[in-house]
């Protein structure tokens, strides 16, 4: 439903530099799926989701809706795109304008696709809004009158107005509070079984989340995927330095945190990530790989190593790594 | 379809005391009148506004402001019959000053308008594209904003000859640059905002975008500097008054009064000093309530 | 038993607002030993970042009121204190490191620079130039920072964000503080990059024997830091407990709600459940337990009086009857009234 084919998008900044955001990405969501995309800052991920919507030109590559490629889309191909794949942001105190009330903040969509207008449009709005719960007095309310919670799911309901096929979420949950986050969570995870075709990117950094909501995971490291696979094998058996490094610095909410997941040995990465900008060569994470080769992790950018079933890794020695 | 529901949250808080609607109005209006310049420079504005409505009506010499002349009462002090004393034809200097107030404010309102016109529609082109078509209108903004406004009003109005209505030609095109700038710089910023990207990923097309989200949030910038505008452009007119560019004698206006009572200083003071504490007023009530307006619409930027 | 480096008691918090006065904080007891580490955790609007910046006059006072109770720091009383008395003690014997560096560290000075500067002020002006400029490099070094005559010279925006947050907590430990207060110290930070952070933490903690306030929202984080936990709610605490038994035995019915609606890394969860209703009103606070329009278990005597702590075991106490009455709950709102 969403291929994402060798995409690269890079960034030519006024010094004459690149910023090599993605760096050749290839992914694929089969319709229905739920796929976690990890990273952190400078992994790209975000801008993936923005490109799937066409909102970031690509520099080369394919990106794929349900088949039809967005990258280099004609304005009648992107206009297509609009009612065919959506995409709810991180801030919601942000992705809401702060002059336009909430009703007509959620109609937008509908505005702009569908013959809908008057009451008709009225109706269709209080429908969406009241299947997030958000009650009829919310309709025209501003959004400073509304805590965080209710802007994100005021967001969800814009963009579940044109029934989407794809859905991309970036970050939905990560500038809410834990209870709030639990019930935006509960919700994602009950609309996942009442749209079953509906397929999902779930884009975050939060390892426990994207465990709740995904079933497959991709780890992405300064814009490339280092390991892919079913959520449950990538969290229990990572085979990349990296995926081990982030499982390993995730906190878990538990007494004692030295006794991680089951076999996860402990690997605390030294040294910053380095910038987009200067990515360094052959395999991106080897300046601070625990277990990098110099000839070998400096020089080749690794190919995906298959090492269990639909899991692959990008690492010279992923299949020689324990499984530990 | 049916759907997953999320439960309604709770009630939010009880009731709040005063309805929504209006609350957000009623607290800039409570902030606003914190302050005292604030509320003093809103007095003296409406103050100005209910002379320049009502001066004509309750003028005692009517006559006076159109070019009668009675040389018996010329250059008579304040008095209960003149409160603001005669110039040398014998007009009465309050009747003056209370006709003055309506082309004063004519010449505000025009001036500011029309550079508002012409200078919020190039600021959102500007800030809105990119390219050459932005570089030269900021180009060309920089061009004009270099010039001295005050000489560049002088020589436009060099050019098409003295008059009230060629000052307030001129002043327009002095003043609508500071406009552009503003937008501009509003638009930029708000281009990044994260709703516009929302509203660009549900198919909202770049005018759109303007027009529905881009301008209403420029809006509280342009009000402020409008009202502080106004101050600035009634000053301007004055200048060009005092210059003699501006309205000619024996038109009303404040500025060519003071030109005609300066050569009557000291001695019969009351000739320039009338008209220009009239404009020191009213500019400075503009001024405070620009003021406090910014202070109540965007306090970030005090 | 030694003294509390830090002790608390009754202390009552508002902010006087165009609605009336907001009681973001409603009545707190604390003590702090030498050389804890306490987590300090609760969701947004808890008053965690309040009560602190409280405790050492960091409010500015309109709006912020302190209605009453004490904060003691070493046995000497802070409520009430001038400005130039409080002003003396932060930096000196309390210092602060918050969440965002980038902010808190001027972009036209070089970091060296401010480190001295700081060095020097928290010193009141005895320590000379050169010798701060040693103490700087070794509080560099202390800190882990990789090349610490170069991070010296840098300007603050050729650091990253795990490095800036570095040279704060060099410069809030520089003077030796007895308290360490970090608010939100990783939240800005890459989840590789915070473990970073917290490993140095933990080792200053131990290393220089300080005593610590780590506020957070979130508690896996607190948890590698931290020994003990205490919980907010609302403008109250609702639960203090050593970190194993936070996590093993909570025991207050938010503290239990916050542990449920938590997704875990390692172990499948099958459903997430979430508290039901949302923060009171602070502007019209609720008499007694401001968690009961929330509780599934509370009952009339929740909301009649406030809630005393309960003593659950050495170290634990729980802000909820369910526990004072020694009993259980039978259904919603029923009470036991015996054990």
């Known amino acids: 439903m969403l291929e994402l084919d060798d995409l690269r998008i890079h960034f030519p900044l006024a010094s004459g530099e690149v910023v090599k955001a993605v760096d050749g990405v290839t992914l694929s969501l089969a319709p229905g799926e739920t796929v976690g995309l990890v990273g952190e800052s400078g992994s790209g991920k975000s801008t993936i989701g923005k490109a799937a919507l066409g909102l970031i030109p690509a ?64 109706e269709r709005v209080a429908e969406l809004l009241a299947r997030v719960g958000l009650p009829e007095q919310f309709l025209n309310r501003f959004p400073h009158e509304l805590s965080g919670g209710q802007k994100q799911r005021a967001c969800i ?168 | ?59 005692p010499f009517p006559e006076d402001a159109t070019g009668a002349v009675n040389f018996e009462a010329k250059l008579l002090p304040p008095s209960a019959e003149h409160l603001f004393g005669t110039d040398q034809v014998g007009n009465d200097i309050f009747s003056r000053v209370l006709f003055g107030a309506r082309t004063t404010l004519q010449i505000g309102l025009t001036v500011t308008g029309i550079a508002i016109l012409i200078g919020v529609p190039l600021g ?32 436009i109005v060099g050019a098409l000859g003295p008059g009230i209505l060629n000052a307030m030609v001129a002043l327009s095109l002095v003043w609508w640059p500071g406009y552009v700038r503003l937008v501009q710089a509003k638009t930029l910023s708000l281009r990044n905002e994260v709703y516009v990207d929302a509203a660009r990923a549900l198919g909202a097309g770049p005018l759109r975008i303007l ?67 009239a404009i020191y007023l009213t500019v400075l009530g503009f001024n405070l309530m620009g003021d406090g307006l910014r202070d109540v619409l965007d306090p970030r930027q005090r | ?74 046995g000497r009383e802070l409520v009430g204190l001038p400005e130039r008395d409080l002003r003396s003690i932060r930096g000196a014997e309390v210092a602060m490191i918050f969440q965002d560096p980038m902010t808190y560290l001027n972009p036209v ?86 473990a970073q952070i917290l490993r140095l933490m933990g080792e200053l903690v131990e290393d220089m024997g300080l005593t610590m306030i780590m506020i957070s929202h979130d508690l896996g984080v607190v948890a590698q830091v931290c020994s003990r936990v205490a919980v907010m709610y609302a403008g109250q605490i609702v639960e203090d407990a050593p970190v194993e038994r936070i996590f093993d035995a909570p025991s207050h019915p938010y503290t239990k709600g916050l542990l449920k609606a938590l997704p875990h890394p390692f172990k499948p969860v099958e459903s997430l459940a979430s508290i039901p209703g949302s923060l009171p009103d602070l502007l019209h606070p609720p008499t007694g337990c401001r968690f009961a329009a929330r509780c599934p278990h509370a009952g009339p005597a929740c909301t009649s009086g406030p809630v005393p702590f309960a003593d659950l075991a050495p170290g634990h106490r729980a802000a909820c009857r369910l526990h004072l009455e020694g009993g259980v709950l039978g259904g919603t709102g029923a009470f036991a009234e015996t054990a």
């Not at chain 3, 947004?44 to 960091?58: E, M, N, Q």
Request: charged content about 20%; some cysteine; overall charge positive.
């Open chain 1, 59 to 122: 520099t080369s590559g394919a990106i794929r809706v349900g088949g039809e490629d967005v990258v280099g889309a004609s304005a009648a191909t992107l206009r297509r795109l609009r009612s065919r794949a959506q995409i709810i942001f991180q801030d919601p105190h942000a992705s809401l304008n702060p002059r336009m009330t909430i009703s007509r903040s959620v109609a937008e969509g509908l505005i702009l696709n569908t013959p809908l207008r008057g009451k008709a449009l009225r």
């Open chain 3, 1 to 74: 038993m030694t003294d509390p480096l830090l002790s608390i008691r009754g202390l009552e918090l508002a902010f006087d607002t165009f609605d009336g006065p907001y009681h973001a904080i409603g009545g707190v007891d604390l003590d702090l030993q030498p050389g804890e580490a306490l987590g300090l955790v609760g969701e947004t609007g808890c008053g965690k970042s309040v009560l602190t910046r409280a405790a050492f006059g960091l409010l500015p006072s309109p709006p912020a009121r302190i209605v009453a109770g004490s904060v003691k720091l070493g």
């Open chain 1, 157 to 324: 309901a814009r963009a579940l107005a044109l029934d989407p096929e794809v859905l991309v979420l970036d970050e939905p949950t990560s500038a809410l509070d834990v209870s709030v986050q639990a019930q935006i969570l509960t919700f994602l995870k009950e609309l996942q079984a009442a749209r079953p075709s509906m397929t999902s990117l779930f884009i975050s950094h939060n390892l426990a989340v994207v465990r709740f909501l995904c079933q497959r995971v991709a780890v992405m490291y300064l814009g490339r995927i280092v390991e892919e696979g079913p959520v449950a094998e990538v969290f229990e058996n990572p085979r990349h330095p990296y995926t081990r490094a982030l499982l390993a610095a995730a906190p878990a909410p538990e007494a004692n945190p030295r006794a991680k997941g089951p076999r996860v040995d402990y690997v605390e990465l030294t040294g910053d990530i380095p910038s987009p900008v200067n990515t360094p060569s052959g395999c991106a994470f080897h300046t601070r790989c625990p277990v990098a080769r110099k000839g070998i992790c400096d020089v080749d950018r690794p190919a995906d190593l298959e090492v269990g079933p639909r899991h692959r890794a990008a690492c010279h020695f992923a299949r020689d790594l324990e499984a530990a």
């Open chain 2, 1 to 59: 379809m049916s759907d997953a529901a999320l439960p309604a949250p709770a009630a939010q808080a009880p009731a709040p005391r005063r309805p929504m609607r209006f609350r957000e109005t009623r607290r800039m209006a409570a902030t606003y009148s914190r302050s005292i310049s604030a509320m003093l420079g809103l007095a003296l504005v409406v103050l100005f506004l209910a002379t320049a409505a009502f001066g004509p009506l309750v003028a």
């Open chain 3, 109 to 194: 000075f070089r970091v060296g620079t401010q480190l001295v500067d700081a060095i020097r002020a928290q010193s009141k002006g005895r320590i000379r130039k050169a010798e701060a400029k040693d103490i700087a490099l070794a509080m560099l070094e202390k800190v882990h920072l990789p090349n610490p005559e170069r991070q010296f010279r840098a300007y603050p925006h050729e650091l990253s964000g795990g490095m800036r947050q570095r040279v704060l907590i060099a410069m809030a430990l520089a003077a030796k503080p007895r308290l360490l207060i970090a608010d939100e110290p990783t939240t800005a930070l890459d989840v590789t990059i915070q």
């Open chain 2, 211 to 277: 027009f529905v989200h881009v301008l209403p949030n420029c809006l509280s910038p342009i009000v402020v500097k409008a009202s502080m505008d106004m101050g600035m452009a009634i000053l301007g007119a004055a200048s060009l008054g005092f210059l003699g560019l501006g309205a000619q004698p024996p038109f009303p206006e404040w500025g060519a009064m003071i030109a005609q009572g300066r050569s009557y200083l000291p001695d019969w003071w009351w000739c320039a000093f009338f008209p220009g504490l």
């Open chain 2, 124 to 155: 959102l082109i500007a800030g809105m594209t990119g390219g050459w078509v932005a570089e030269t209108i900021m180009r060309v903004t920089d061009i004009f904003l270099s010039i001295p406004g005050l000489i560049l009003a002088i020589a």
